[in-house]
Nanobody, 127 residues
Framework: QVQAVESGGGSVQAGGSLSLSCQLF????????MAWFRQLPANEREGVAA???????SYVDSVKGRFTISKDSGENHLYLQMDNLQPEDTAMYYC?????????????????????WGRGTQVTVAT
């Protein structure tokens, strides 16, 4: 049974940084596509960043140059470094994984492309 556990969320001022971590059980970070999603209440869950088994990455335009997705195969963790955070980044952030490759395989920004999900960690950015 695959489990994903996120941590590292919190509250920061605009311009600050946070580092999210996702620990995986029953799934190895080099198996396929992994991604971070975020969701506001009453909004759809949106893909923020993805990383493939070979380390290839992709980002939604709104976070390019500010967020960095990475993974550590030794620790079996997925990470999201978030710099220059803005109030519009406030959301619940989720870790997602799938056995298939991100590129050119699945539509990584689509929720239905991923089988395994964590329960989320809250990020709040104050003005």
């Amino acid at each position: 049974q695959v489990q994903a556990v996120e941590s590292g969320g919190g509250s920061v001022q605009a311009g600050g940084s946070l580092s999210l971590s996702c620990q995986l059980f029953g799934y190895f970070v080099n198996m396929g596509c992994m991604a971070w999603f975020r969701q506001l209440p009453a909004n759809e869950r949106e893909g923020v960043a993805a990383i493939d088994s070979d380390g290839t990455t992709s980002y939604v335009d709104s976070v390019k140059g500010r967020f960095t997705i990475s993974k550590d195969s030794g620790e079996n963790h997925l990470y999201l470094q978030m710099d220059n955070l803005q109030p519009e980044d406030t959301a619940m952030y989720y870790c997602a994984a799938d056995h298939r490759e991100c590129f050119p395989g699945i539509l990584w920004r689509v929720v239905g492309s991923f089988v395994f999900w964590g329960r989320g960690t809250q990020v709040t950015v104050a003005t």
